[in-house]
């Protein structure tokens, strides 16, 4: 029998309830230097969860309070103002919609104007409020109980939400310009699943497929055809002779391979780390960016890509990425799991770590501030206002010894064995092991 709990849906719905409690958590550290502001993050929060469960939503104003509008197809918005009257010191929190964390909703038509509840059940002070609950730092629940709103909306209005304009997956057009993903704002944009990017600088999609001798197909304008052999024909690195490297941050970005200056064809295959997280870090790069570096994140799950270098790729990377004068290392992983498109774990993939003090992740409450959490421009103003103490830089697997590089078999927990299915393999396989224990239910 399948496990519900490992649908996509029901992995989606737990990973944004670990975000949404990871918020509530930041909220609550920046409310004791600046309210306004706690307020505002918590709104952002919502903000992002509405855009994950596929609607379109913005971050907006009432009366001087932020607030997460969700968009309908009408052009109204339903409106949704966290802590709109909150003691985040109160202990315990009283009940009731007079408490002090209350939530208000309503709705702005298209002209910007709040709207009256039409049936007048709206708060008797407050005549454009549809709803007020008190959720504090709840944030899920508070989340959750727009679905209320909605419902009246829709009976009183006819209102739908929009859906699929802040859908966070850019799909690869084939032969499109790596340029055409930019790496900035940091850590810049990625398309989703598996692509190659070939000597002319263009992306094309790359897909599983176990009757291929290298276990994976490109599709590009000639046709689709078997990974290695693509790679044949520019004379390329074979996959066999290729290292697993980890990219989280802008190297996943194909405008920033670019801009790296890497020898192309580049591959890049779509995959998923667990226990791993991408996290800010304290100081800043020479264009001004505040990267990102690796960390132990118990339960957290995060998208990245695998990206299959040859020696000619790392050596470039080396460089960019300053590892000769201590500002990341190359590291073997042991800790965390990383899972490829196609299923297949990783053992040991390489990664760049960061080392020195700028590039050790930034902590605040206590913990590293994810990328997943907030994105550059929201961590950077919070950081602003909450203090930030430097983390731990733990390497996180095998540093590799300076000035050398790990060869494709320092990957594999062991040499994988022959195939023995009727396809000859061109490219060894990463093994497939069997779950965890803790993935087991």
Known sequence: ?????????????????????????LVRATAEHDLAEAQRLAAVAV????????????????????????????????????????????EPPSEGPDGPGVWEYGVRDVDGTLLFRPDGDGAPERPATWHRADHGLALAVGLHERGLVQDLMESHLGWT????????????VPGEPAASYAPSPYPGERPAGSFVIDTDGLCWPVRPDDSQPSGWCVEDDAGAR??????????ATPLSERVPLLGYGSNACPGKVLRNGTPLPAVHLAATMTDLASAWCTGETRAGHTPVTLVAAPGHVEEAVMMMVDGAELHELDRVEGRSVGRYHLVL??????????????????????????????LMAGRPLLRADLDLAQSTLLRAVVPTVEGDGAPLGRVV?????????????????????????????????????????
């Open 1 to 25: 029998m399948s496990d519900p709990f490992d649908h996509p849906r029901a992995r989606g719905a737990t990973m944004q309830h670990a975000h949404l409690e990871r918020m509530a958590e």
């Open 161 to 172: 939400p929009a859906v699929g304009e802040h859908d966070p997956v850019r799909r690869l």
């Open 333 to 362: 992983l042991e800790e965390g799991r990383v899972v490829m498109e196609n299923g297949e774990h990783v053992p040991h993939p390489a990664a760049y770590v960061g080392a020195s003090g700028f590039r050790v992740p930034v």
């Open 226 to 235: 078997c990974l290695d052999a693509w790679l044949a024909e520019r004379e």
């Open 47 to 90: 903000v992002q969860a509405v855009r994950a469960d596929g609607a379109t939503a913005e971050l907006g104003d009432r009366d001087g309070l932020a607030t997460a509008e969700v968009r309908g197809t009408d052009g109204r918005w339903l409106v949704i103002a966290p802590l709109v009257s909150w003691d985040p010191n109160a």
């Open 401 to 441: 010894p300076a000035s050398t590089h790990p060869k494709p078999a320092d990957c594999v927990a062991d040499p994988v064995s022959p195939p023995t299915d009727a396809v000859p393999r061109t490219a060894w396989r990463f093994s497939r092991t069997a779950p965890d224990p803790g993935e087991q239910r």
